[in-house]
């Protein structure tokens, strides 16, 4: 399957713990994209990378988010202390840098936090 | 204001109904716009870009009024495969980066056979 992965697929954790949440694209692909989505909601931009370069963030990214794309292939989204209100379906997606409006959606990452 | 707004839905249709979904947008510098479509548990996938001058694709037509700030899309003769929430996702490129989306919250379509 070459289409974008997502793991793990489902995360419970307990309040106050860390998490790591990892996001493998499109190989061809240069631009990655974190987004986070609720129920009834529709997918929130939270940042983006371009390569190895993350090149915006929302606001919606406190300081206990952080994402990584070390060597501009996969890439990794960490939550540290987590909140209740962290529960949520984190998506990744990637695209080509002249087709950034076309971004392929991974399964997302499915967080409880207890 | 948020700034992508749509039909909050659900829409129930039977078979072969005609469909038409709503959506605006606040940010007058919005540059480009697309369809969505995310079925239940699934990611979204893009389903058509639109267009000014309005856009077909089978049954799918999509019209954009920027004066307005309102794009529709319209679904004929629908099937039952159509059920899904659709999403409005409207692009204010950046110094031509052309990076961020902004999804609306999504309008259930649920056809019934």
């Known amino acids: 399957d070459t289409g974008v992965s997502q793991n793990p697929r489902h995360k419970i954790t307990k309040r106050g713990q860390n998490v790591t949440f990892r996001c493998d694209p499109i190989?061809?692909?240069?631009?990655l994209y974190w987004y986070r989505q609720t129920l009834g909601q529709g997918p929130e931009f939270l940042t983006y990378f371009q390569n190895e370069a993350q090149l915006e963030k929302s606001r919606l990214l406190s300081d206990r988010f952080s994402a990584e794309r070390p060597k501009g292939s996969f890439s990794t989204l960490e939550i540290q202390r987590t909140e209740q209100g962290d529960s949520a379906m984190y998506l990744c997606?990637?695209?080509?840098?002249?087709?950034?409006?076309?971004?392929?959606f991974g399964p997302g990452t499915r967080l409880t936090v207890t | 204001r948020k700034e992508v707004e749509q039909d909050p839905g659900p829409f129930n249709v039977p078979e072969g109904a005609t469909v038409a979904f709503n959506c605006t947008y606040s940010?007058?510098?919005?540059?480009?716009f697309f369809w969505y479509r995310q079925d239940c548990r699934k990611e979204p996938k893009l389903l058509m870009s639109v267009y000014s001058s309005g856009n077909e694709d089978g049954r799918f037509t999509a019209q954009l009024n920027r004066a307005s700030q309102y794009i529709s899309l319209l679904i004929r003769d629908s099937k039952l495969s159509d059920s899904a929430t659709y999403l409005c996702v409207v692009n204010r490129d950046s110094g031509g980066s052309n990076y961020k989306l902004t999804f609306g919250k999504g309008t259930l379509l649920t056809v019934n056979p």
């Open positions: 997606a990637s695209s080509l840098i002249d087709r950034a409006y076309e971004q392929y």
């Open positions: 940010n007058s510098a919005s540059q480009s």
């Open positions: 190989s061809e692909h240069n631009r």
